[in-house]
């Protein structure tokens, strides 16, 4: 069974950091693409940033630039969403999703065809 499962969300002050995990089980990461996506309160759901599967080469939403990074361990079938200098706008669920039949990522989320239930980061202080 193909399965994603995020973790990391919680509450932090505005210029803070968190460290967002997606595991995978079912399948291995480094071939396959992965996506964290967002989606606020009566937002639509949002790409946020990806990674290739096989080369590793990442994408970032202008809105996160310099601040956002996404990683993959290989080791542990995990992927990474650090989140610098956050802001009050970051505040969403955040989702992770992986596209299984192409290892080159996307940012549109109809691209994906597997999604994790999602992890809540709130930006407040």
């Known amino acids: 069974q193909l399965q994603l499962v995020e973790s990391g969300g919680g509450l932090v002050q505005p210029g803070g950091s968190l460290r967002l995990s997606c595991v995978a089980s079912g399948f291995t990461l480094d071939r396959h693409a992965i996506g964290w996506f967002r989606q606020a309160p009566g937002k639509e759901r949002e790409g946020v940033t990806c990674i290739n599967g096989v080369d590793g080469k990442t994408f970032q939403a202008d809105s996160v630039k310099g601040r956002f990074t996404v990683s993959r361990d290989n080791a542990n079938n995990t992927v990474y969403l650090q989140m610098n200098n956050l802001e009050p706008k970051d505040t969403a669920v955040y989702y992770c999703?992986?596209?299984?039949?192409?290892?080159?990522?996307?940012?549109?989320?109809?691209?994906?065809?597997?999604w994790g239930q999602g992890t809540q980061v709130t930006v407040s202080s």
């Open positions: 999703a992986a596209r299984h039949t192409s290892f080159r990522c996307s940012p549109s989320r109809s691209w994906y065809d597997s």
